[in-house]
């Protein structure tokens, strides 16, 4: 079992729809989360970041942490053509420099 | 922000051949660099963290004499792929850490390399 599992995907929305995306993970010691966006052929860009249990929110983005239940959850509302990227999650144990674990990434496609 | 700048974005070399990739930080130093590689559809697998000044920790499976990490200075660590071949074609991308930044997530990646072995 991979300690990070992210559906890939592909998904393909309307323009204006709101997106959920999530991941799962095994791993009780990860307590910091994060949602990056790569587009084609570029490195990922930072989008949100949580620690712990919670919601946080910016913008059209609203990133969320269930511990308990090991589930993690971005939302993408009122969403862009400019959306369309590769969203992965990340998760580590502690801050100082560990070492990130990514789910796949899932492809979301945002239609005209 | 801070910026990292990976180069080149691009290479093919001949099977046999080694291919260097360098990874700067321009605007911060950054002790910390980490290596990934992406396969196509598949997520960021970590090779190595490199720090500067001592040699580089790479995560197990990951051949140490076939990538060459080198971090130099505080703001450029260097990935060379020796002896090159067609298996080893990927997306590799460099990250590094800016302390300036909350610690936590002060992770700013680079545009990547794209790797092609013929």
């Known amino acids: 079992q991979k300690e990070v599992e992210q559906d890939p995907g592909p998904l393909s929305v309307p323009e204006g729809a709101i997106v959920s995306l999530n991941c799962t993970y095994s791993?009780?010691?990860?307590?910091?989360f994060m949602w990056y966006r790569q587009y084609s052929r570029k490195g990922p860009e930072l989008l949100m970041y949580?620690?712990?249990?919670g919601n946080k929110e910016d913008g059209r983005f609203t990133a969320q942490v269930d511990k308990s239940s090991k589930y993690i959850s971005l939302f993408i509302r009122d969403s862009q053509p400019s959306d369309s990227a590769t969203y992965l999650c990340?998760?580590?144990?502690?801050?100082?420099?560990?070492?990130?674990?990514f789910g796949t990434g899932t492809q979301l496609k945002v239609e005209l | 922000g801070a910026v990292v700048s990976q180069h080149p974005s691009r290479v093919i070399c001949k099977s046999g051949t080694s291919v260097k990739i360098e990874c700067r930080s321009l605007?911060?130093?950054?002790?910390?660099m980490f290596w990934y590689r992406q396969f196509p559809k598949q997520s960021l697998m970590l090779m190595a963290t490199?720090?500067?000044?001592?040699?580089?920790?790479?995560e197990q499976g990951v051949e140490k004499d076939k990538f060459l990490i080198n971090h130099a200075s505080l703001t450029l660590s260097t990935l060379t792929v020796t002896s090159a071949h067609p298996e080893d074609s990927s997306f590799y991308i460099c990250?590094?850490?800016?302390?300036?930044?909350?610690?936590?997530?002060?992770?700013?990646f680079g545009s990547g390399t794209r790797l092609t072995v013929v």
């Open positions: 990250s590094a850490r800016d302390w300036r930044i909350d610690t936590s997530y002060g992770y700013t």
């Open positions: 791993n009780s010691a990860f307590q910091y």
């Open positions: 949580t620690y712990s249990s």
């Open positions: 990340a998760m580590s144990a502690s801050g100082g420099g560990n070492k990130l674990t």
């Open positions: 605007d911060f130093q950054a002790t910390t």
């Open positions: 490199s720090n500067e000044g001592s040699k580089a920790t790479y």
